[in-house]
């Protein structure tokens, strides 16, 4: 039955997009930066001959609202294609590259904490070497 489920999911589902993030030029001392929606974080970035780039690539897939997660694992057994799997904060993470935007894990979520992401919920951060998170522009330019 669920090989059935996976070759349907699979023939309805459309591949993720990509879509582009740019942000003013960083002046500022970080270990990396870091994409992030909601408070999940989507995408790490380093810095490339001691500079950050002023732009990044995302996958849009679905992610987890790490504060509204009550970790019930619900969307782990779900998962089609086993694109979700427990942090160790012991809340759900979704691995973009994985997934296949086909919304299952999104509809079961008892709390609604899983969500597809969208351009305008993205904000840049720096993070120091303690992994200190500091918030460096919201409000990113879609590419």
């Known amino acids: 039955m669920k090989s059935t489920i996976v070759t349907l999911v699979f023939s309805l589902v459309a591949v993720a997009g990509v879509f582009g993030l740019s942000w003013d030029p960083i002046d500022v001392d970080f270990a990396s930066l870091e994409i992030q929606a909601k408070g999940a974080s989507i995408k790490t970035i380093e810095a490339e ?55 299952i894990c999104a509809s079961g979520c008892p709390t609604s904490t899983i969500e597809l992401l969208k351009a305008e919920d993205c904000a840049l951060y720096g993070v120091d070497a303690d992994g200190n998170a500091e918030l460096i522009q919201e409000d990113l330019e879609e590419d």
């Open 49 to 103: 001959e001691g500079l950050f780039p002023d732009s990044t690539e995302v996958i849009e897939s679905y992610y987890v609202i790490p504060d509204g997660c009550i970790s019930c694992q619900i969307c782990v057994g779900q998962c089609p294609v086993g694109a979700i799997t427990m942090s160790d904060d012991n809340f759900a993470v979704i691995d973009p590259e994985l997934c296949i935007n086909c919304g």
